[in-house]
């Protein structure tokens, strides 16, 4: 009965563009950053701002962005962030190189996805009946990346797919397939948060648990879904890079977790959860690839970029903080 | 001696405080009143130095002072007792008397130190405990006592204290009330916030009224009564409390047959029937809120049974009694009633996401509609749709926690302490609106401990004491002394 349109309030709509124009502002603010970040780096190495270098950028923004977008779920649902990215990525990188030489590119492809499909489960259900996602997913990393191991017999994996060898390297329309994928996937994950139901839950889930359940929402639900996009995004990582390179190994993405975290956090989804979206994920990961690059064409060496990226995340961390505090 | 003129302080493009003045005189006790959102804290925040406003002048003995900080505050002589105590239980008495005090130096013996603090701690009626027990050991009304006590030994010369008496009983809000005394006794500007009408012509020389940001002159304790002075509060005439109760009996809606539950230690039958609003009184642990929860589902049902609609009923958890059109809402509102960091119509349509969006995707305009139907129902101003509903008064929270509930139309609610933290005026307009929805065929179920409300807002009451029903009784024919003496001794009046 409420679903009568003549009751619509003008100054309820204020109210929105009020919310809308807070929207804006960050959004804006975010691309002044990454603008006036270009600009002064263009200036002091014209490589810098070469069309060529852009698409090095987004490319070497895809491969972390896609984990970090898929990762944001489990920030925004409360969850923290997973310790087990890069291990899952072997695993699925290995199982992808195992079934692909066995029964062929598409059967392979569909039982990758089952497989990380069941990975994300399995640590959503843990976490959702015994609590803690950082101990959870670091126990579980081991798990993966073991039995990664196993898997491969502890050697490199090959496969000899032209299928997938496109999927690696192709350019449709002069762009990188991974790139196009990291936007594809970034547009869907915003989608999917703002747009449905399930990702309003995941909000309203790391907005406040304790609520969510007393509305009647269901958190062990919300939390494994949220594991299981995390897992998703992590495999279509993986498929990727052993498309690109033809093999597999259980040592592979070996410490990039840090990197996956710092792009959600530099993105300035809030850790508390309830905020955010995996847009931000995406442009968090953009920037660190711009500065990454920056100081890769200025010849920093690589403790020094190490230490840059770091310092980086630290400072998004305080300035988000204080912002927060500021706008309440 | 405090004079604070044309304070202005907004949030975003809101306007909390209008261009307030207020004034206290040494040695006396000036209350501060206002529903709810009137700018009450605010303008006690900005003394105490956590809330800096954009414009206005603060004034102590016609010294204009500039408090940015708490540090300011304790150096132009405000001290401040905030609602949530700043006490810190895992130490000694004494060092939560001398608490942030910097001029003890670095040589500080507990012996020492305790003889120090005896005297504040006598002066506020603590005499009777030892400076070194630890502090976790004192009631909560101790605590507040030992603040007032800080308060003494920092010699503060105006005292703010933010509704130091919500969460105690009649007995302890006499033992602040005497501290209270001491302080304006010793000739300090005491400024007391408070809800509770009884103390403010008990204790107070002068009121000052806020109202939506805006003050008034501050009138003469005496020259008032209860009645002008919620018209005051609300500047308008409150003409009644409490809606009138409905007639005729409709069908029974819920059986509740020798259950058992956490929180009950005897079995419990009760009906409600559709359209009826049952009242169930008593104190904290009485089992009174236990009876809720196991129709809600978030406890276990030890034994007996329930008939919903005179079909076995016997929910699991919260999913279930909401699928049976049963809602929850529990006495906590910051902890599981609201989502603060939301906004209003997000929190609104939480419950009734699946009613909101089709195929799994959110429809925004059914959520907008959604949403003003609700705050039609509920009287939640549309302005605040933009607002976060942690920043919203605790009456405008209080009506999204249980408003949200509508959204799933409901043909049971449960509610525990639907006014806890909300002033008068939120209050009545609260109570009319569980009137109105029990009148439209609902079935209400509260629990409380305010005694007033149960006889005021139930059609039937029970009493609890100690995990069981004392008894059932139209509330008609209760009064407040028998429900009152109910939920304290019941041994007597079963006998």
């Known amino acids: ?328 | 001696m405090l004079r604070m003129t044309n304070i202005i302080k907004k949030y975003g493009p809101t306007l909390v405080l209008d261009e307030v003045q207020f004034a206290v005189e040494a040695g006396e006790v000036m209350a501060l009143m206002g529903e709810n959102g009137a700018g009450k804290s605010t303008l006690v925040k900005i003394l105490a130095g956590l809330e800096i406003p954009q414009a206005g002048t603060i004034e102590i003995d016609g010294h204009t002072k500039h408090i940015r900080s708490p540090r300011d505050s304790h150096a132009a002589g405000i001290g401040y007792v905030a609602q949530e105590l700043s006490i810190v239980p895992s130490l000694p008495v004494y060092e939560n008397v001398f608490l942030g005090d910097n001029t003890l130096g670095i040589l500080r013996t507990p012996r020492v130190l305790a003889k120090k603090a005896k005297p504040f701690l006598e002066s506020v009626g603590l005499g009777n405990i030892d400076p070194l027990t630890y502090t976790e050991s004192l009631s909560v009304a101790e605590r507040q006592l030992v603040e007032i006590a800080r308060l003494l030994s920092r010699e503060a010369r105006i005292a703010i204290l933010d509704e130091p008496t919500a969460a105690l009983s009649d007995a302890e809000i006499a033992r602040v009330k005497s501290a209270v005394r001491t302080l304006a006794g010793r000739g300090c500007a005491v400024i007391y916030v408070t809800h509770r009408m009884p103390e403010v012509f008990d204790l107070t020389d002068r009121v000052t009224v806020l109202r939506n940001g805006n003050s008034f002159p501050a009138l003469e304790t005496k020259n008032l009564t209860v009645d002008t002075l919620i018209e005051e509060m609300l500047g308008r005439r409150l003409d009644n409390m409490f809606p009138a109760r409905s007639d005729g009996l409709q069908e029974i809606k819920l059986q509740l047959s020798g259950v058992r539950g956490a929180g009950l230690r005897a079995p419990v039958s009760l009906n409600v029937r559709r359209g009826e609003i049952l009242g169930l009184a008593g104190q904290v642990g009485s089992g009174a809120s236990s009876v809720l929860r196991l129709i809600a589902g978030t406890i276990p049902l030890a034994e007996g049974h329930m008939l919903l609609d005179g079909a076995a009923f016997r929910p699991k958890n919260i999913s279930n009694s909401k699928q049976a059109g049963i809602a929850y809402c529990s006495d906590d509102r910051k902890h599981d009633g609201i989502f603060a960091g939301r906004s209003v119509p997000e929190n609104l349509s939480a419950p009734a996401l699946s009613i909101i969006s089709r195929a799994g995707f959110l429809s925004f305009g059914k959520e907008r509609r959604l949403a003003e139907y609700i705050s039609s129902r509920f009287g939640i101003d549309a302005s605040y749709f933009s607002r976060l509903a942690g920043n919203l008064s605790g009456g405008n929270q209080q009506k999204v926690a249980l408003g949200k509930w509508i959204g799933i139309n409901p043909n049971l609610l449960l509610v525990e302490e639907p006014t806890r933290g909300v002033d008068v005026g939120a209050r009545a307009e609260i109570y009319r609106h569980l009137r109105e929805l029990a009148n439209a065929g609902l079935c209400i179920i509260f629990a409380s401990s305010d005694t007033q409300e149960v006889l005021g807002l139930a059609d039937r009451v029970g009493t609890f004491f100690h995990g069981e029903l004392v008894r059932t009784m139209d509330a008609a024919d209760a009064t407040v002394q028998q429900i009152s003496k109910d939920v304290t001794h019941a041994t007597e009046a079963m006998a």
């Open chain 1, 1 to 328: 009965m409420f679903l009568t349109k003549n009751d619509h309030q003008p100054i309820a709509n204020e109210a929105s563009q009020a919310a809308k124009q807070r929207h804006l502002r960050n959004a804006v603010l975010g691309l002044c950053v990454m603008t006036a970040f270009a600009t002064i780096a263009g200036f002091s190495n014209p490589t810098f701002t070469t069309v060529d270098n852009l698409f090095v950028v987004i490319r070497a923004a895809s491969m972390t962005g896609i984990v970090a977008i898929a990762m944001s779920f489990l920030t925004i649902s409360g969850n923290l962030f997973a310790l087990s990215a890069s291990s899952l990525g072997a695993l699925i990188a290995v199982v992808f190189a195992v079934t692909t030489s066995s029964f062929g590119f598409p059967i392979g492809l569909a039982l990758t996805f089952g497989v990380a499909v069941l990975c994300g489960l399995a640590q959503g259900i843990t976490v959702a009946g015994f609590g803690n996602p950082i101990i959870a997913t670091l126990a579980f990393g081991t798990v993966f990346r073991g039995f990664a191991a196993y898997l491969s017999g502890n050697s490199i994996v090959r496969i000899d797919s032209p299928a997938a060898l496109w999927l690696g390297t192709a350019r449709p329309f002069g762009v990188p397939t991974q790139s196009w994928i990291f936007m594809l996937c970034a547009l869907v994950c915003w989608a999917i948060i703002r747009h449905t139901k399930l990702g309003r839950q995941t909000i309203l889930c790391g907005s406040n648990p304790h609520a969510a359940r007393a509305s009647g929402l269901n958190l062990a639900f919300v939390t494994s879904s949220a594991f299981v996009f995390m897992s998703v995004g992590t495999a279509i990582m993986a498929i990727l890079n052993v498309a690109q390179f033809s093999q597999a190994k259980a040592d592979l993405f070996w410490g990039y977790d840090f990197d996956y975290i710092a792009a959600v956090l530099v993105g300035g989804i809030a850790l508390s959860g309830g905020k955010g979206s995996p847009m931000q994920a995406a442009l968090g990961a953009i920037l660190i690839a711009l500065l990454q690059n920056y100081m890769l064409l200025n010849g920093f060496s690589s403790g020094l970029r190490m230490t840059i990226v770091g310092a980086l995340v630290v400072a998004a961390i305080s300035v988000f903080h204080i912002m927060q505090g500021k706008v309440r």
